[in-house]
């Protein structure tokens, strides 16, 4: 069996920053979710945000299965290094026809490669659960979104998205914060099947976030003050820790959508099936 080859998308320096919070790297979510959705599989990881990185010695691309490319603090139109190299991974991948699956950064990432543009939302961040996400025409028929329903909500941070799709993009799933939520985007000799949220996460992961990013929750005005903020991410440690908790659900306006592990990675696990 082909290995799958899973991207992180996260530089050295703040992987190493954000494990001093114990926050897990996005790459290892993703692999923990298909490790629960497709056991057999195994995955690679890759760091292609930093100097240097490459497959392993003695593979290429047309060794792995398909691609999985998760989230990151980057942001797609600053010109630096560290983003040319994944636009860079990312244009390879398609152009060897593997099939992708990208989250949150890997569908932006897809979206410039083929043409498209990320920007800034002036919304600000949409963070810890997206709300209301209501599946198009189009998505309601696709295999991606297959058992979401007609409306859902998923766990989520992100500053930017795509404000203009690229030619051929199919605009799977919206919402009242995101134009783009969910899409398939053709790219060189395969697709990208992609989400703009997170169905890797877990609310562990969420409640790290949300205390990474404080300063700029309270800023938005998420949260009126430090004393709020951490009382609002205590109710997500303590639902994370006992996912049964009604009143805990009820309070933070969670339910199945986002606290069933199998129900939340729907779409992943939508992608893995069409590997065969």
Known sequence: MRPLLVVEGIPARARAAAQTRGIVAGSELVCNAVRAIAPALPCVVICAAD????????????????????GSNLHVYEPIPEVRRQLALVRAVGEAGLPIFGSCWGLQVAAVVAGGRVSRNERGREVGV????????????????????????????????????????????????SAVQAAVIPLGRSEVW??????????????????????????????????????????????AADPANVGLAWQLGLDDDTINDDFRRLELANWLRQLG
């Open 51 to 70: 100097a240097g990185t490459t497959l392993p010695a003695g593979t290429s691309l047309r060794d792995y299965c398909g691609v999985i490319i998760g």
């Open 194 to 239: 992609g989400v703009q949220y997170h169905p890797e996460f877990d609310l562990r992961q969420v409640a790290l976030l949300m205390e990474l990013y404080a300063d700029d929750m309270i800023a938005q005005r998420l949260y009126a003050d430090r004393a709020d903020l951490e009382a609002g991410i205590g109710k997500w440690r303590m639902l």
């Open 130 to 177: 997206a709300r209301k996400i209501v599946p198009t025409a189009a998505g309601m028929q696709h295999p991606l979104l297959a058992r979401k329903g007609a409306c859902y909500d998923a766990l989520c941070i992100h500053y930017d998205d795509i404000d203009l799709p690229p030619a051929g993009c199919t605009v799977l799933a919206r919402n009242a914060h």
